[in-house]
């Protein structure tokens, strides 16, 4: 099975493709990395610089959601001004840290001063020893919605072979669903859908019985509509119990991190990063 980071990353956009990063490292050179950036630096230069993933609702689409809003609350506390490194996410996690936050891309953008939205997994962690993984803010999970009129349970994934399904087919619930039971539910699925917002305003207009996707894609649509259900995938290989987002930073960017998690703290303690996330419409509790 994949790892969760690699299959959270399923539901992105895949704008770069595995062109071969740098000629130097063919010729046995040591990979680059860029220096830490401290946090008087960046109050220096008054600005923080936060990397997003570029179309991932509720997150971030179009300069706006729910990762954007933590940011700019983030430079608020450092005393600086917001900037934004959007970006569209690479093949894998390592990639990502790599790109965007120990030695920059080889189009000659980034590295940021901190990436938001990267699984919070020691296996991550020990993986990319040149990053500093911390500051968990939300608890993802792979999860199912239902129109209650017409599923009123769902205890497996069984009564989904009588019922149309919308599920992304580029995410880790589409990869999960169409492989279940031996492709038992390929034939019920509609798959051409970009993310689970879009299958959940499917299931809003009646045009499937079920939607699929990550549980803040369905609960930003469907939250407050009683005529639904939104609950985990129920099947085995579904991550039950989910992952943790949170922060990324160069290893050595110590105060800065210190600083970063000091933030999130106080904003998950004031009730100000509940109501972020309220804004888009999602329940928010401690990862």
């Not at 980071?5 to 895949?14: E, G, I, L």
């Not at 990639?95 to 030695?103: A, I, S, T």
């Not at 990267?118 to 911390?134: G, H, T, W």
Request: proline share 6%; aromatic share 6%; net charge neutral.
């Amino acid at each position: 099975m994949k790892s969760r980071s690699d299959a959270v990353k399923m539901n992105r956009r895949r704008c770069l493709g595995g062109i071969a990063a740098a000629a130097g490292l063919a010729l046995g050179a040591l990979p680059r990395t860029a220096a830490a950036t401290t946090l008087a630096q960046v109050r220096l230069r008054g600005t923080l610089l936060v990397g997003v993933y570029d179309d991932m609702p509720p997150f971030h689409v179009a300069g706006k959601g729910v990762d954007v809003d933590i940011a700019a609350a983030l430079a608020q506390a450092l005393g600086v001004k917001l900037s934004l490194l959007p970006f569209p996410a690479d093949e894998n996690m390592d990639d990502d840290l790599r790109n965007m936050v120990w030695k920059g891309h080889y189009l000659g953008y980034g590295p940021a001063d901190v990436l938001m939205h990267v699984p919070v997994e020691r296996p991550l962690m020990m993986a990319n020893p040149q990053v500093s993984i911390f500051a968990p803010y939300y608890r993802e999970r792979v999860a199912i919605a239902r129109d209650l009129a017409k599923l009123p349970e769902l205890e497996s994934l069984q009564p989904l072979a009588q019922h149309k399904t919308a599920v992304p087919g580029q995410s880790l619930a589409g990869w999960l669903l169409i492989g279940a039971d031996h492709g038992a539910y390929r034939e019920h699925l509609s798959t051409q859908w970009k993310d689970g917002c879009e299958c959940a305003r499917a299931l809003q207009r009646g045009e499937v019985d079920a939607a699929a996707g990550q549980w803040s894609e369905l609960e930003t649509v469907l939250r407050g509509d009683a005529r639904y259900a939104i609950e985990p995938l129920p099947m085995p290989r579904a991550p039950r119990d989910g992952w943790a987002a949170g922060l990324a930073v160069k290893k050595d960017a110590t105060d800065l991190a210190q600083a970063l998690q000091g933030a999130m703290d106080q904003l998950a303690g004031s009730g100000a990063l509940k109501a972020i996330f309220a804004r888009a419409n999602l329940d928010w509790h401690t990862p």
